[in-house]
């Protein structure tokens, strides 16, 4: 039977440190706290569960410790989770655990399937390579082979995410933070993946900046129909951006729902705080 | 034998001192010779005046003898010596196309004008331990007709002024600024080229191979550069009489000099420059290969910049001065009792602590 | 059981004049053998191996020299080239350590050699079935170019990810118009393995694919071999609309044998023009000698 979600994830956790049995009893927001009294390991997160509709943006919200970061980090493989299971229809038809998969597996799910773009740009980027050959790199990974149809493409991304044409053959490293967002976007987008992983895309630019990323990103969404998970620590940027909403904290998951009625009625007493402080 | 005041440093350094003239002096009460170390290991004087930044042959022979051998301890002894020495004159600039050469091969080239010429190397040679040199040795008598030593006149085309009649090689703006003197005047950085150079020059034969080594191996800008031209001769030393102000020789040294070409990888892409080569330049007292090339590699590597250990500046240019890193090595065998002291007060006190943190946390468990 | 005398008797030490045929000693002789045959049997894949010091210097041919002495029988006939060439120096001290130590005959035709160790050229008759080349390597590792540490060069081969590589290639034309690799050009091997064939230049690339003959790859500052196998495909890594070219010696011949499809050197004379010869100075013998029967 073919899934209907894009993306299924089940219990995803991470822990640092040696563990122990009372780990997750131990840590949560009804301790306030991230570590566990008994063995001092941090429980980052732990029993994220969701899944993710074809074309839909889920937000997830929470303070900085949260665990939201991590969980998307996680997701990516970046980091080696402790817990839980993760389903893409596009792997093996939502049937085999990514987590399960082989290092060359993981490199085609995270080359072609899923794209995760970073707060730092620099931690997805190569800045020393010109802005079109950070794009070429994702292309080349699901083997095109032409210089031509590469520049093309690139430019192409390159104009829908407002970077001038010109500087497609700078490297990023003299560009502004606001200019090497863009680029990161046209790169994670350039295969066209079905996830998009978003980690706090715009948190560290000017303010002005962020409206530009944040209706660059808004515009994608509409135009390309790409599944998304927004994380951020700003209400502001989910409520623009996401469907449905998760919010976060001490690592687990407190509140989740429509976004608009997280924030017209959050009913855990943090999700009400987070949504007061708003107003 | 319960504890005394220290006492006796006069009489324990020069006991250590007899002891070590002894083992100079040997058992038959004879150093070496220095003329013999001179002659038989020129290769060994040739560091030890290369890296103790002073042509005297004569002087580092007898500082080897007196190092028994330890190289870095002879340059040094060359070092000091050198301090003690005052300053005449300057030399005018020599233009090395002068030199009386005994010995210059060109990768770049099967042959160029002038050939290869391999002169005394071992490159081509098998390691295989001598065991008769123990038992005198065996000299083969030389079948071959060896060319003359004195091939003074320039018949060798450089390499570089080759290439750059061709355009391939930039022509060197004339700087009529006079160098800078690192033992003068500190190094500061950015630093301009001759200081880098001069530093280079002085340099541990072995540190900056190693470094030019990384370059190689990826941990620098370009994969392979190209040596052009390596020679090994004399060239003439000129000064400004001090009456007449003409220029006279007043001796020659012999060099060794190395150029190596590479390619620029950060070729501007706005630039509308025609591809060049890049020129980097090594040039040591006496017979010294590796360092010569060492020294034009790093040449280029500075100057390329970039991430690389080689291409950081301060990094190679600080470190690489043999004198200065043995001896601030080797001070650690210096007393450092009164910093121990601290240091051990310091761990006594937080273990202490720690200890008893841990006993009343394990108290209020129970 | 021998006694100790008698194991150091059949182990003579060279400081006393007798060598084991070709230098190195059965075991090591083995060793770099086992390597080889895992070397073959994963073509381009780069096999670590216990290198010796040699009594020649590290990065003047120590690896291409054990491969050649651990596969060296008395009825081999070896040639010994260096860019090329029989008669260059660098080809004579390794040439004389090969025969010293084994006394096999030498050759300077590629036709008659069953072993030739060469550094930086492939010969220009292409190998016999049964025929060996052995390639000198100073740096095994293609994608060194782009990741100086060992360790996560490694996990790139083990993975097939080659995407830097390709990006390289990229930034590349996008800087100077066209892929500018010149010697050493990366190909793939039996469409797994990226492998650097050593210095050779782009003219010698189209060679290395589907050959007769066996190519050996001896790294021994590295400490690596490698292998490409008869029959294997071996590809420059190109793009569509970049393809791969060689180099041109359009208009020139060579001034001994007149050949004009070689690859040449470029000379300088002493009245400063420039002539050009033959690489493969064997190659110009057999050429010249054939044009004077």
Redesign the interface.
């Given at each position: 039977m073919k899934a209907d979600w894009v993306l299924r994830v089940d219990g995803l956790g991470k822990r640092y440190g040696r563990g122990c049995s009372a780990c997750i009893q131990n840590t949560g927001p009804e301790q306030g706290t991230n570590s566990c009294s008994n063995c001092g390991s941090i429980v980052a997160c732990a029993n994220v569960s969701f899944d993710l509709l074809p074309g839909e943006t889920l937000g997830i919200v929470g303070e900085s410790g949260s665990g939201k970061s991590t969980a998307l980090r996680c997701l990516f493989m970046d980091e080696e989770s402790t817990w839980g299971n993760a389903y893409l229809a596009g792997f093996h038809n939502g049937e085999r655990d990514i987590f399960s998969a082989k290092?060359?597996e993981r490199?085609e799910i995270r080359?072609a399937q899923m794209g995760l773009a970073y707060q730092n740009p620099a931690m997805g980027l190569?800045l020393l390579?010109?802005a079109?050959?950070n794009i070429?790199?994702r292309l080349?990974?699901v083997r095109v082979?032409?210089?031509?149809e590469?520049r093309e493409r690139a430019s192409y991304l390159l104009t829908r995410t407002e970077v001038p044409r010109d500087r497609m053959?700078?490297i990023p490293a003299h560009f502004s933070g606001g200019m090497q967002q863009r680029v990161q976007l046209a790169k994670v987008m350039a295969n066209s993946p079905s996830v998009l992983l978003l980690d706090e895309l715009t948190t560290g630019l000017d303010v002005s900046v962020q409206a530009g990323v944040l209706d660059l990103v808004r515009e994608l969404q509409e135009q390309l129909g790409i599944a998304m998970v927004v994380v951020s620590h700003d209400l502001g940027v989910i409520r623009l951006l996401a469907g449905r909403t998760m919010v976060m904290k001490d690592g687990r998951v407190v509140e989740s729902g429509l976004t608009d009625q997280v924030l017209e009625d959050p009913h855990h007493p943090y999700s009400q705080l987070l949504v007061a402080s708003m107003t | 034998m319960g504890y005394t005041a220290m006492q006796g440093g006069l009489s324990s350094i020069k006991a250590a001192e007899h002891l070590v003239k002894a083992r100079v002096f040997g058992r038959e009460g004879r150093p070496l010779d220095p003329g013999e170390i001179g002659e038989k290991m020129s290769l060994g004087v040739d560091r030890v005046m290369s890296e103790g930044g002073l042509y005297d042959p004569a002087a580092a022979s007898v500082a080897l003898v007196q190092a028994e051998g330890d190289l870095h301890e002879a340059s040094f002894i060359v070092r000091a010596y050198r301090s003690t020495l005052p300053r005449i004159a300057y030399s005018i600039p020599t233009d090395t196309g002068e030199m009386r050469v005994l010995r210059r091969i060109t990768p770049a080239f099967q042959f160029a004008p002038g050939g290869q010429l391999l002169g005394s190397t071992r490159d081509y040679t098998q390691r295989l331990l001598d065991w008769t040199l123990a038992d005198g040795g065996i000299l083969e008598e030389e079948t071959q007709e060896q060319p003359s030593e004195e091939l003074d006149r320039p018949q060798f085309s450089r390499i570089a002024d080759i290439l750059r009649a061709e355009g391939l090689l930039p022509i060197p703006e004339e700087n009529p600024a006079d160098p800078d003197d690192i033992t003068r005047t500190p190094i500061v950085f950015p630093a301009s080229r001759s200081a880098k150079l001069q530093t280079l020059a002085r340099a541990e034969t072995g540190s900056i191979t190693a470094f030019a080594y990384s370059s190689m191996r990826g941990y620098g800008t370009f994969a392979h550069g190209t040596i052009a031209e390596l020679r090994v001769g004399a060239i003439p030393m000129r000064i400004s009489h001090p009456y007449t102000g003409q220029p006279v020789i007043v001796g020659e040294v012999q060099v060794t000099e190395a150029e190596e070409f590479t390619i620029s990888p950060h070729r501007s892409l706005s630039s509308e420059q025609i591809e060049q080569f890049a020129l980097g330049y090594g040039l040591v007292f006496g017979q010294n290969e590796r360092k010569a090339i060492s020294m034009a590699m790093l040449d280029r590597q500075l100057a390329e910049g970039g991430g690389a250990m080689a291409s950081q500046e301060e990094f190679v240019l600080m470190h690489i001065d043999g004198v200065e890193a043995t001896g601030f090595v080797e001070h650690l065998k210096l007393p450092h009792y009164v910093e121990f002291q601290s240091i051990l007060q310091g761990m006594r006190r937080r273990r202490d602590r720690d200890a008893a943190a841990n006993e009343s946390k394990e108290a209020s468990l129970v | 059981m021998s006694s100790v005398q008698e194991l150091v008797a059949e182990n003579v030490s060279p400081g006393h004049g007798a060598y084991n045929f070709g230098f190195l000693d059965e075991t090591t002789k083995r060793e770099v053998r086992r390597a080889l045959l895992k070397a073959v049997a994963l073509p381009g894949h780069q096999i670590p191996f216990g290198s010796r010091e040699m009594p020649v210097a590290r990065g003047w041919g120590t690896g291409g020299i054990q491969v050649t002495l651990s596969i060296l029988g008395p009825d081999d006939t070896v040639k010994v080239i260096d860019q090329g060439a029989d008669e260059g120096v660098n080809a004579w001290n390794i040439r004389r350590l090969i025969t010293d130590t084994s006394g096999v005959p030498t050759t300077t035709d590629s036709r008659e050699a069953s072993i030739i160790q060469t550094r930086h050229r492939i010969p220009e008759v292409p190998l016999r079935e049964g025929e060996v080349l052995v390639f000198q390597v100073p740096m095994p590792e293609p994608l060194r170019m782009v990741e100086p540490s060992e360790r996560k060069t490694r996990a790139m081969h083990a993975q097939a990810d080659y995407s830097r590589a390709w990006v390289h290639l990229y930034e590349d034309v996008v800087r100077r118009g066209e892929i500018s690799h010149a010697t050493g050009y990366p190909v793939m091997v039996a469409g797994r393995y990226l492998l650097s064939p050593s210095p050779i230049p782009r003219w010698d690339i189209p060679k290395l694919n589907m050959s007769e003959g066996i190519y050996l790859f001896g790294a021994g500052r590295e400490k690596r071999v490698y292998a490409i196998p008869p029959h294997t495909e071996v590809v420059p890594i190109d793009f569509e609309d970049h393809p791969f070219y060689v180099e041109s010696f359009a208009g020139r011949k060579c001034q001994k044998c007149g050949s004009e499809d070689v690859y040449m050197n470029e000379v300088i004379l002493d009245d400063g023009r420039h002539a050009f010869t033959c690489s493969d100075s064997g190659f110009c013998d057999s050429r010249t000698e054939g044009a004077g029967e």
């Open positions: 290092l060359p490199r080359a190569n390579i010109t079109g050959g070429a790199e080349l990974n082979r032409s210089v031509a590469i053959d700078d | - | -």
